[in-house]
């Protein structure tokens, strides 16, 4: 509102100028989902670096793949990653009792037994508080973590439930009576696995289940782009997944089986995933990738490939964008010594047309992702969502116009509103085009944004409904190189 006037002078007013930038969202922030013998198993913890995930989830282990998935996915490029552990619901934490003090590790598993607790009073007087210590019993007993100045007493600012149950890593404890601790060290143990759940059983699949829907560990993530379930084969849990990506605008990365053959894929193994509506927000990687495993001193193994694709997506995003396909001669599998399976021109030309993503071992280049279909990419369905990087670039601008778009709600529907929404997704899209995501050599060749009485109806306002149309030319791969060569006959004198 403008202020009032009642002295004559001069009067200095802001006017806002309507623009509300748009950012562009983050698109290669990975989930990857499986057992793991350690972590927390309520919620999706997000890491930054595969150190932190030895931290939380207790590292590479020989019963799962998902800690070499997550490795990959860091030696590849990824810098930005949640995981959510599975386990057995017999899965149990290991536990320890000092006189009334309570110590139980903060997850279920086996691991808490590799610790103890150790507490040690105060001098009088100030013998009603005491310090806690977590002590590493396989590291010679190496504090890991230390409270001080803790009290029993529950209105005390530093009960050690409040202090402790907020910020360790390790333990929570339950102090039900107001009665100190005497000077000891305690190991915990009675921590229980449960079975280990492998992709492919119907145990693995039901937890899997419940980390999705309405107020589910996913549900509370904020945002995540791509999607690995290492070793999930079962087209049956994969079309689950396949939905959830739609849902949540994410891209699931999916691992052909370890045992596939060309001709069983050429023969229509993976069919279920692909007739799957949801189909266009995922792509299949063909064979699994041979590697060192630190776990056998070096020696070669199978790996799905998710992990090193991801991290192949993640690289090609922040060097390209999203709009490059994430394959070529530049999309190296870094770690990898090769492929279970080495394919030549012909059998990568039978699958190709099939929607399924081949790596291959090209002289020179190495070990690469030579694909970039969703599984809606056969040449016989004709889809618009053929190419990886045209569905991602479109789930990248849901997003970011999604987000972009929230101070819309409750404003005036009439043409100043229209004006700025145009304004301000205009010049979001106009910086796209600036950076070469979308084809044709003007902006009016490469989008368009409209937002008016045309769109938007006199029936549509009484309604409370704005529309919004934004159309864009997407980048399409270079799938195909012809080169032409003819033979000049030379000057010939006639």
């Known amino acids: 509102m403008p202020q009032p006037l009642t002295y004559p002078g001069v009067y200095i007013e802001e006017v806002s100028s309507g623009v509300r930038t748009i950012t562009g969202v983050a698109t290669s922030i990975a989930l990857f989902i499986g057992w793991a013998p350690r972590g927390r198993i309520d919620r999706a913890v997000r890491i930054a670096s595969f150190a ?12 799962t793949k998902l800690g070499h998935a997550v490795k990959q996915f860091f030696d590849n490029g990824g810098s ?38 150790r507490t040690t009073r105060r001098p009088a007087p100030d013998d009603a508080r005491f310090a806690l210590d977590v002590l590493d019993t396989n590291n010679g007993n190496a504090v890991v973590e230390s409270f001080q100045n803790l009290s029993m007493d529950p209105g005390d600012q530093r009960f050690a439930e409040s202090v402790i149950n907020d910020r360790s890593a390790f333990v929570t404890v339950k102090a039900p009576v107001n009665n100190t601790p005497a000077d000891t ?19 693995f699949h039901t937890a899997l289940g419940k980390v999705f829907g309405i107020g589910s560990i996913t549900d509370r993530i904020d945002l995540f782009n791509l999607v690995c379930v290492p070793g999930e084969t079962d087209s049956n849990t994969l079309a689950l997944l396949q939905g ?87 999309a190296t599998l870094n770690g990898a010594s090769g492929l279970s399976i080495t394919m030549s021109d012909a059998e990568n030309g039978q699958l190709n047309p099939l929607g399924i993503n081949c790596l291959r071992t090209l002289p020179v280049y190495g070990n690469v992702v030579w694909g970039a279909r969703t599984l809606h990419g056969q040449n016989d369905r004709g889809s618009e969502w053929k190419y990886v990087p045209v569905r991602r670039m479109a789930l990248f601008l849901e997003e970011s116009l999604y987000r972009g778009t929230q101070w819309v709600v409750f404003e005036p529907n009439d043409e100043p509103l229209w004006a700025q929404i145009r304004l301000n997704i205009g010049a979001f ?14 902006p009016k060749e490469a989008y368009f944004v409209k937002c008016d009485c045309e769109t938007t109806t006199q029936a549509d306002i009484n309604l409370g409904v704005v529309n919004i149309f934004v159309g864009f030319a997407p980048l399409k791969p270079a799938e195909f190189v012809v080169i032409r060569l003819q033979q000049m006959a030379g000057d010939i004198p006639t």
Request: with cysteine.
């Open 52 to 63: 932190d995930y030895e931290r939380l989830f207790d590292g590479l282990d020989q019963r």
């Open 80 to 117: 930005d990653a949640y995981i959510v552990r599975l386990a057995d619901p017999v899965a149990t934490p290991s536990s320890a009792v000092i006189g009334d003090l309570t110590i139980t590790a903060s997850s279920p598993g086996a691991w808490g037994d590799g610790y103890a607790a």
């Open 185 to 203: 060290t305690q190991p915990l143990g009675g921590g229980l696995d449960g079975a280990v759940l492998a992709p492919g059983g119907a145990p």
């Open 244 to 330: 959830e990506c739609r849902k949540r605008r994410a891209f699931l990365i999916a691992d052909a089986d370890q045992n596939a053959t060309v001709a069983l894929l050429n023969a229509g193994a993976p069919t279920a995933l692909t007739s799957n509506s949801d189909a266009p927000n995922s792509a299949i990687y063909f064979p699994w990738v041979r590697a060192p495993d630190p776990l056998q001193q070096g020696a070669l193994a199978d790996f799905a490939p998710c992990g090193f694709v991801a991290g192949v997506f993640a690289r090609t995003d922040a060097s390209r964008g999203v709009w490059k396909a994430p394959a070529g001669s530049e």
């Open 429 to 442: 899209m106009q910086g796209l085009f600036r950076q070469s995501a979308f084809q044709g050599r003007t």
